[in-house]
């Protein structure tokens, strides 16, 4: 197991942009496929993204494609979630996840065995 912690969340305009990191603590992440899932108020925690060990292979949620990037720097141990032209309906808690058996960027939230505990992200109309 391993915290992981994210950072860059906050309330912004629709059509605006945030960028969400993540990083690991104590330890590298250099190895491990990680993701971005988001829980909006009642409803289930979804997928958002997921990126390979390398950054070589990207999975996105349908809803994010186009406007959602995610990326890494093994250097810096960090992941990013970069966010554009933000929606109201993308307002959640979203979470980093790692996966430490596995290379595939699985959407699935069982892949994930490791988690942080969430920033939030609000667009206002």
């Known amino acids: 197991q391993v915290q992981l912690v ?5 309330f912004v305009q629709a ?3 945030l960028r969400l990191s993540c990083a690991p603590s104590g330890r590298t992440s250099s190895g ?4 971005w899932f988001r ?3 009642g409803k289930e925690r979804e997928f958002v993204a997921a990126i390979s060990y390398n950054g070589g292979r990207t999975n996105y949620a349908d809803s994010v494609k186009g406007r959602f990037t995610i990326s890494r720097d093994n250097a810096k141990n960090t992941m990013y979630l970069q966010m554009n032209s933000l929606k109201p309906e993308d307002t ?3 979470y980093c996840s790692a996966r430490s058996l596995g290379s ?3 959407s699935a939230s ?3 065995d490791n988690w942080g505990r969430g920033t939030q992200v609000t ?3």
Not at 6 to 10: C, D, K, L, R, T
Not at 32 to 35: L, R, S
């Open 39 to 41: 829980q909006a108020p």
């Open 104 to 106: 595939s960027p699985l």
């Open 6 to 10: 994210e950072s860059g969340g906050g």
């Open 123 to 125: 667009v206002s109309s």
């Open 110 to 112: 069982t892949a994930y």
């Open 15 to 17: 059509g605006e942009s």
């Open 92 to 94: 959640a808690v979203y």
């Open 32 to 35: 491990w496929t990680m993701g």
